[in-house]
T-cell receptor, first 112, second 115 residues
């Protein structure tokens, strides 16, 4: 199964862009990259996903390198409420559907 | 929609007792997942269902754990007998194949403490 590597922690100043990197060098051609975040002890929350093109939604932007071996999640204007653990996940095919293989994530701390 | 609903939110029980965790997925979703989260092992997938049928239970730790989905709106995860090492937060998530992207929506979790 493809696995992801993320830095264990990062700090970001409030109002600045937070750029969270992820390495997925063993990803296969048809495997999507998903990002989730977990605030305190709540359930993980879906943020964004992509295959090979850059993606943007109301929460964030996802930049995927051309070789698809890494990606970056961008929170354009981080707020204190964005403090959370961010998981980069590769979705792998399994028995007609897809499984998520969660890594250890990046603990983002937004500083006032 | 109310989102994924889990009950109870907190459960404290003694070793050897039976524990039942409950989940109501988002209406219309055809996939349901059970996860366990601990500090040591992170977030682990235990089992998932498609249209109420168990598809992959390879993550279930041992025979003490069992999961059922009697209908599209209800699932249970049972531990019998419970042990202190089962203490964790258990999450239920659901997803829909209709969108093609299968993003999962998680419930608030059940924090289980076995003493």
């Amino acid at each position: 199964d493809a696995k992801t590597t993320q830095p264990p922690s990062m700090d970001c100043a409030e109002g600045r862009a937070a750029n969270l990197p992820c390495n997925h060098s063993t990803i296969s051609g048809n495997e999507y990259v998903y990002w989730y975040r977990q605030i305190h002890s709540q359930g993980p929350q879906y943020i964004i996903h992509g295959l090979k093109n850059n993606e943007t939604n109301e929460m964030a932007s996802l930049i995927i390198t051309e070789d698809r071996k890494s990606s970056t999640l961008i929170l354009p204007h981080a707020t204190l409420r964005d403090t959370a653990v961010y998981y980069c996940i590769v979705r792998v095919a399994s028995s007609g559907t897809y499984k998520y293989i969660f890594g250890t994530g990046t603990r983002l701390k937004v500083l006032a | 929609d109310a989102g994924v609903i889990q009950s109870p939110r907190h459960e404290v029980t003694e070793m050897g007792q039976e524990v039942t965790l409950r989940c109501k997925p988002i209406s219309g979703h055809d996939y349901l997942f059970w996860y366990r989260q601990t500090m040591m092992r992170g977030l682990e997938l235990l089992i998932y269902f498609n249209n109420n049928v168990p598809i992959d239970d390879s993550g279930m730790p041992e025979d003490r754990f069992s999961a059922k989905m009697p209908n599209a709106s209800f699932s249970t995860l049972k531990i019998q007998p419970s042990e202190p090492r089962d203490s964790a937060v258990y999450f239920c998530a659901s997803s829909s194949s209709a969108s093609g992207y299968y993003e999962q929506y998680f419930g608030p979790g059940t924090r289980l403490t076995v003493t």
